[in-house]
């Protein structure tokens, strides 16, 4: 059974970082495609970026586009989100999901129903 971890959320003022991770087991993730999906409060989870393992293929929504990284090491089956300049907007649980290829290009990252596998979330909260 696919299991998602998501790990490195917590409280940060506006303007700084954190590196989320996703570490995946029982999946190769060569061969699959792992995304970031957020929800904040009162509104709908929104793809956030997504990164296809077996050729690095990346996608960043427009809210995220130049502050946000993402990066995959598949020695460790796990994928990173990094994120900077962060703003009070960002504040949301971000989920990593997961599932073949086909979900992620470059010009878009497919609809979360798409996704069979989900971890459990990580809060992100940006606030001075």
């Known amino acids: 059974q696919v299991q998602l971890v998501e790990s490195g959320g917590g409280l940060v003022q506006p303007g700084g970082s954190l590196r989320l991770s996703c570490a995946a087991s029982?999946?190769?993730?060569?061969?699959?495609?792992i995304g970031w999906f957020r929800q904040a409060p009162g509104k709908e989870r929104e793809g956030v970026s997504c990164?296809?393992?077996?050729?690095?293929?990346?996608y960043y929504a427009d809210s995220v586009k130049g502050r946000f990284t993402i990066s995959r090491d598949n020695a460790k089956n796990t994928v990173y989100l990094q994120m900077n300049s962060l703003k009070p907007e960002d504040t949301a649980v971000y989920y990593c999901a997961t599932d073949g290829p086909g979900v992620c290009e470059e010009t878009q990252l497919a609809p979360e129903a798409d996704f069979g596998s989900w971890g459990q979330g990580t809060q992100v909260t940006v606030s001075s």
């Open positions: 029982a999946l190769t993730l060569d061969y699959y495609a």
């Open positions: 990164i296809r393992s077996s050729d690095g293929t990346t």
